[in-house]
C-alpha cells in the first residue's frame, strides 16, 4: 500500500512543467512535490514560493540524493531522458 500522499521530486522545472504539470499536481491529494531541479537556482526559489515547493535543488545528484523524496518525474528535456531514468533507477 503507498503512502498518501506520495512525495515527488521533480527533476527539470522548463515552462511546460510550470504551465500544465505544477497547476494540476497543486489540485491533487495523491501527491506532495517536495523538490524541484532547476540549473539557475534563482529561477528555482521563485517557482517553488509560487507553489509552495519546500525545497530546491541545482542538480540532479541533490535531488535524488534527498531521503524524502518517494518518486520523481522526470522533466527534462527530450535528449536528457535516458540518463536521466538511468540515474533514477541506480537510487531505486
Known amino acids: 500500500m503507498l503512502k498518501q500522499p506520495i512525495k515527488l521530486g521533480i527533476l527539470g522545472c522548463g515552462s511546460f ?9 497543486k489540485t491533487l491529494s495523491s501527491f506532495s512535490v ?7 537556482s534563482q529561477e528555482a526559489k521563485q517557482i517553488a514560493l ?14 535524488l540524493n534527498l531521503n524524502e523524496i518517494e518518486t520523481v518525474l522526470v522533466a ?17
Do not use: F, G, W
Request: proline share 4%; charged share 30%; net charge positive.
Open 17 to 25: 512543467v510550470q504551465r500544465r504539470i505544477l497547476p494540476i499536481l
Open 34 to 40: 517536495i523538490a524541484i531541479q532547476k540549473r539557475n
Open 50 to 63: 509560487k507553489y509552495n515547493i519546500p525545497k530546491t535543488v541545482s542538480t540532479r545528484e541533490e535531488l
Open 76 to 92: 527534462t528535456t527530450n535528449h536528457m531522458h535516458e540518463d536521466d531514468v538511468l540515474a533514477c533507477a541506480k537510487y531505486s
